[in-house]
């Protein structure tokens, strides 16, 4: 027994099945149908499978250009909703007050602040102390112990001193 390879791409299955449904036009006239795990078709049967699946399969590339388009759409609209939502909450809140009713129907929330925990906490001291380390800082006493050389004082450019003449 022979077999092919299945085409993979709609467009490749369209093809195929578009060729078989034309050989079947064009050479089964007259001939007995075709049994198939006992059940016999008839040519006719045959070729309306085939028209089938090429109909199945264009309906379905017409669904998902129609899906695609109104994906796009969706993300066109939400892509303008997202640039102005959260200036709506802030005019909200701001107009009628965090609190009120009025900012709530608008879908106002007050931003909570939630506490770090001791774990949270410990951490944060580890890695500012990591930092200082690795960068040098040093405390209040320590950058106050630190004396700059002292200044020189200016020196008087040439020819601008002062003279005894009497």
Same mark, same amino acid.
């Given at each position: 027994? *022979? =077999? ?23 050479? *089964?006239?007259?001939? +007995? ?11 006719? @049967?045959?070729?309306?499978?085939? @028209?089938?699946?090429?109909? =199945? ?7 998902? &250009? ?12 939400? $892509?303008?909703? !997202? ?9 909200? $809140?701001? *107009?009628?007050?965090?609190?009120? $009713? ?12 939630? +506490?770090?925990?001791?774990?949270? #906490? ?8 990591? *930092?200082?380390?690795?960068?040098? !800082?040093?405390? #209040? ?6 004396? &700059? ?10 020819? =601008? ?6």
């Amino acid at each position: 027994m *022979t =077999t092919h390879k299945k085409p993979k791409s709609d467009e490749a299955v369209k093809s195929v099945c578009l060729q078989r449904s034309q050989a079947i036009t064009a050479y *089964t006239a007259g001939k +007995p149908g075709l049994s198939v795990d006992a059940t016999t078709y008839t040519w006719a @049967q045959l070729g309306a499978m085939y @028209q089938k699946s090429i109909d =199945t399969r264009t309906e379905l590339a017409a669904a998902r &250009a129609t899906v695609e388009s109104a994906l796009a759409a969706r993300d066109a609209a939400d $892509a303008q909703r !997202e640039k102005v939502d959260e200036d709506v909450l802030r005019w909200a $809140a701001g *107009t009628f007050g965090e609190a009120s $009713a009025e900012a709530k129907a608008f879908g106002y929330v007050k931003p909570s602040h939630t +506490p770090l925990t001791a774990q949270e #906490k410990a951490a944060a001291v580890a890695k500012a102390q990591a *930092t200082k380390i690795a960068r040098g !800082e040093v405390g #209040k006493k320590a950058k106050a112990a630190i004396q &700059a050389p002292p200044a020189e004082p200016p020196a008087a450019p040439a020819g =601008t001193g002062t003279s005894n003449k009497s």
